[in-house]
């Protein structure tokens, strides 16, 4: 961003700044605020201003900096841009001006393209990252297809490199190698296929190499097997740099329609002003009143807060999957590649709105710009290349100018210039039917080497998710992913203190706040905000930030924070007794595997304490298995050196495996081979704090009608909610979101995990109603939750003076990052989802599990657990047969244990007794047949229908009771014999619940009458 450039601008708050730039003074302060006031006024109009603003940024740009440096040269850029705009009224002049083919020649634009990439790092590190990921999985392939649609990206010498990797792979090079290429340029496919083909016989390799002239976008994408003339039989590997995108392209204004929900928000917006405004009274002492203006330009302000600017409600929606997109991904799941790897730039350039993108693209290619001319000097103090003032203009002109032009002056169906975010590339890619393959730690080192090369000091990688992003000066301009088809069919399968928070003035501000944020009402909901701050509500300063925040993804905290906080907060504690009831399951078993799925919420301590256990077991200890699943290879390797230390010192046959990855990116159709479990043994299950990261669903999917009439029916009368707040013994009477059945994703994981058997699993939950449909809904739970966790937080680091900086590095990383989620992302972006224990019930016992009370001992192992934190607050909860682990009077996580039922009693309860209670309880008349009696009633009826009893004796009775124990049906369970001798009863907790009687035909006993 350029120095002097106001945060309280409103152009500004559309787009994150490029941070290097705020720091400069002299000519170029104006600058930055001129393009983009002359940016509004290009959109808005009118003529007249948009050119006064337009001369001045041309003369400030004239005057921007010292010499040729790369601020002038943006600026000059972006003031072409802007003029060009101006000129759109006049088709014929706009065309020319915009279409390069019109003002470049193709000898021109291959040698900008060319020194690109040998003075730019970024495409480098994507192509040695992608380069070791291909490796990684055609690894023992004997007949390997590369697809490159990389297009003008394309370079010879990324193929190049990947033969040599190939040549390299312990194994040997394969048999044949083929490399299909797209590029719209034919001279050039030939010289590459020639250099190629040389290398490769050089190499003693087998090469073959196919050209298909074409742009992405033009491809028969249903006939793609033959146009890429795929064989069956190879291993197939697909790499797409800087070119998916192009398939975003759509007709912006079909595609954003104005809707009815604009005429619903437009007549509520004046009552919910109204509302923040009236239930909330201005604070004293400090607290600055908030001003209300109709002009958009004009932004709120309030002396309490440095935040002064909302935008106006977006125009872009969070994801779209063109029909185009959709097709391409589509082809390529059909052709079963073993690996998709994906470089897009990351940043907004998507949007609808002009000025928006105008914003982001300014401070996008500032960073670019910056790294462009900073390599130059590199490599030219160097010696490796002279670059001349000319060649790094012209790599400037023809390939990052081009691009600014093709984000900001085309529109509709023409703008194929729409980079988006990395998490909005893989919500697609999830969508598609793709699921996402974590880069290695070698490929990452590889670009870290490459960076580390070049010698660019504010170059740097930053690893997201098991993806890479590129960035300058902390800035990220580039993304690298790889996918892989998913295994399912279909896309989707992608010290006590006063609570502040109860105070009526900040009640009201965060319930309307609430309101106006879930209606995208972003005026009043600012201003309940402000009220907030003003009026001092402490715990309000982790919640405040969640509404002004543009949507993020979420990043999982680092594992050093987990492991740093380890003794700071009692859930920790609370994972041994889990341990001890795996023990307590796996009694005398001489083989036993378990399964952590804990991701970024595990932690040795908890194994160190099973292995204690185990080695302090009667029979001796058990060959133990332990697999891990984490997305950090560093934390799983100091974890296993730790283990296994251990174990060693006990004397305890232990094998730890690793398995790097997160659960919701396993493959569930192959658990076993995945966590190498072996027939026979047996298994246990852990996981804490992730399995709601499986819940996660479209929204905007789920959102049926009913739940849009329950949206306008509660800002209908906005004023009776407010008042409703304020009284302290009111809640909030609007409809709650029905609790959705269990989603594909959780139920595949837990099918999956059925079809190992284990004797045991233990789950470990938030126990809070954060997957509710309304915003509204989740940010009362939200708040009340997490203040009762941030006054444990506080009350263990109070009693701890030493760690008030862990706990603050715990309530950062940790807890403010789940807040943000919960609050600012939705749809399949919101992972943190979660959900009650009965709702937990739910979902397991609908895929086949069921409950197994905890132990008294592990019960009473975590009630000394919490005693040992000597806090009062603290306390257990038991709730049939489970735990609950409160903080006063809110539960804050639950621990339960579950088996697999087995499948005969699922289908016999569902099936059988099932359809008896319908039949008893929903029927009626005739159709009502399950009619049951007891059995005096029956022996009433067997002799008024001419009937006599036979006595069945006491052996048949006992017969009978050990048949019953062979089946292991025993306690509660009982055979009660008849005193008359007349029959015996099946009991379940000495209650009869069916009767066995003999019975013979009376006529029998010839001449008798019974009385």
Not at 105 to 117: K, L, N, Q, T, Y
């Amino acid at each position: 961003m350029f120095s002097g450039t106001d945060s309280s601008s409103p152009e500004l708050s559309l787009c994150s700044p490029y941070e290097p730039w705020t720091q400069g003074r002299g000519p170029t302060e104006e600058l930055g605020l001129a393009l983009l006031e002359c940016a509004a006024h290009v959109e808005t109009g009118p003529m007249e201003k948009a050119t006064r603003c337009l001369a001045r940024a041309t003369g400030l740009a004239a005057a921007a900096a010292a010499g040729d440096g790369p601020q002038k040269r943006l600026a000059e850029a972006m003031v072409d841009c802007l003029a060009r705009r101006l000129l759109r009224p006049v088709q014929a002049i706009t065309d020319a001006l915009i279409d390069p083919s019109v003002y470049l020649d193709r000898r021109s634009v291959r040698a900008a393209r060319r020194g690109f990439f040998e003075l730019s790092p970024f495409p480098k590190v994507a192509f040695v990252v992608g380069n070791r990921a291909i490796v990684e999985a055609v690894d023992n392939e004997s007949l390997v297809h590369v697809v490159g649609m990389s297009g003008p990206f394309t370079q010879p010498c990324q193929w190049i490199q990947l033969l040599h990797e190939l040549r390299r792979r312990p194994e040997g090079p394969p048999r044949v190698v083929r490399l299909t290429v797209v590029h719209d340029d034919g001279e050039l496919l030939a010289k590459m296929a020639e250099v190629l083909s040389d290398e490769a016989e050089e190499l003693d390799m087998e090469f073959q190499f196919h050209g298909v002239v074409g742009q992405l976008e033009d491809l028969d994408f249903s006939n793609l097997r033959d146009v890429l003339e795929i064989k069956s039989g190879e291993a197939l590997v697909v790499s797409c740099t800087l070119q998916l995108h192009r398939l975003l392209a759509a007709d912006d204004d079909a595609m954003y329609s104005s809707r009815s929900a604009h005429l619903n928000q437009m007549a509520s917006i004046a009552q919910l002003q109204q509302m923040a405004v009236s239930s909330c009274p201005p604070s004293t002492g400090g607290g600055g009143s908030v001003q209300y203006k109709d002009d958009d330009d004009d932004p709120y302000r309030s002396p309490a807060t440095p935040l002064t600017f909302v935008s106006p409600p977006a125009s872009t929606p969070h994801l779209q999957m063109p029909a185009a997109l959709a097709n391409f991904l589509s082809a390529v799941r059909a052709l079963s590649p073993k690996i998709v790897v994906v470089a897009e730039q990351d940043a907004d350039h998507n949007g609808v709105s002009f000025r928006k993108r105008f914003c982001e693209a300014l401070h996008h290619y500032a960073a670019v710009f910056d790294s462009l001319d900073d390599a130059a000097a590199a490599t030219t103090s160097a010696a490796s290349h002279l670059w001349s003032p000319d060649e790094r203009a012209q790599v400037e002109r023809v390939v990052v100018g081009e691009e600014i032009k093709g984000v900001l002056l085309r529109d509709g169906a023409h703008r194929r210039e729409r980079h988006d975010r990395l998490r909005q590339w893989a919500a697609r890619m999830e969508m598609a039917g793709f699921t996402g393959v974590p880069l290695s730690y070698a490929a990452i080192r590889k670009g870290n080497d490459m960076v580390r090369r070049c010698g660019l000091r504010r170059c740097e990688n930053r690893e997201c998710g098991g993806c890479l992003l590129l960035c300058w000066s902390s800035r990220p301009l580039y993304s690298i992913s790889a996918w892989r088809p998913a295994a399912s069919g279909g896309a989707g399968s992608g010290s006590e203190r006063s609570d502040p928070h109860t105070d009526p003035p900040c009640r009201v501000g965060r319930s309307a706040a609430a309101a106006a944020m879930s209606a995208s009402l972003h005026r009043p909901a600012l201003a309940s905000l402000l009220q907030i701050e003003a009026g001092g509500c402490g715990v309000l300063g982790v919640f405040a930030p969640g509404p002004r925040l543009p949507c993020r993804g979420y990043h999982p905290c680092r594992s050093s924070s987990i492991l740093g906080s380890a003794s700071l907060t009692p859930r920790r504690r609370h994972i041994s007794p889990s341990g001890l009831r795996i023990r307590d399951v796996l009694v005398e078993l001489q083989v036993v595997h378990i399964v952590d799925l804990s991701c970024s919420a595990a932690h040795p301590w908890q194994w160190l304490k099973l292995l204690d256990d185990f080695h302090g077991r009667p029979g001796g200890a058990p060959e133990l298995y332990l697999t891990v699943l984490h997305d950090d290879n560093d934390f799983l390797a100091e974890m296993q050196s730790l283990l296994s230390k251990k174990a060693e010192s006990l004397e305890v046959s232990f094998r730890f495996i690793s398995v790097i990855g997160r659960l919701e990116t396993l493959d569930f159709s192959n658990l076993r081979s995945t966590f190498q479990i072996k027939f026979g043994v047996a298994v246990a299950i852990s996981c804490a704090l992730q399995m709601h990261r499986l819940l996660l669903v479209d929204d905007n999917l789920s959102s049926t009608s009913i739940a849009q009439l329950q949206k306008m029916a509660n800002f209908t009368q906005p004023k009776q909610m407010a008042s409703s707040v304020c009284s302290p013994a009111s809640t909030l009477n609007y409809l709650q979101t029905p609790s959705p059945r269990t989603p594909k994703l959780l139920a595949r994981l837990l099918s999956a995990i059925r079809a190992l058997k284990p004797n045991i699993m233990v789950i470990m939950e938030q126990d809070a109603d954060h997957n509710a449909l309304l915003f509204r809904d989740r940010f009362n739970e939200v708040l009340n939750y997490y203040a009762a966790l941030f006054d444990c937080f506080h009350a263990v680091a109070a009693a701890n003076p030493g760690r008030t900086d862990e706990r603050l590095r715990v309530e950062r990383m940790i807890l403010r990052e789940e807040i943000k989620n919960i609050l600012v992302c939705e749809g399949v972006h919101r992972h943190e989802r979660h959900e009650r224990l009965d709702q937990w019930a739910m979902h397991m016992e609908e895929s086949g599990f069921h409950n197994v009370q905890l132990s008294f001992s592990a019960i009473r192992e975590g009630k000394e657990n919490l005693l040992s934190f000597g806090l009062k607050n603290c306390q257990n909860k038991e709730d049939r047969g489970c735990l609950l682990l409160s903080w006063g009077s809110t539960n804050l996580y639950s621990i339960s244990r579950s088996a697999a039922a087995a499948a005969e009693r699922a289908r016999v309860e569902r099936v059988l007794l099932g359809e008896e209670i319908r039949g008893v309880v929903a029927c009626e008349g005739a159709e009502r047949t399950e009619r049951h009696e007891r059995a005096r009633q029956w022996a009433a009826r067997m002799e008024a229908a001419g009937m006599e009893s036979v006595g069945l004796s006491y052996s048949g009775a006992m017969e009978a009771r050990k048949l019953l124990q062979s089946c292991g049906w025993v306690g509660p369970y009982e055979v009660r014999h008849d005193a008359g001798g007349h029959g015996f009863f099946f009991c379940w907790h000495k209650r009869p619940l069916y009767a066995v009687t003999a019975w013979r035909p009376a006529a029998s006993r010839r001449g008798h009458t019974r009385s």
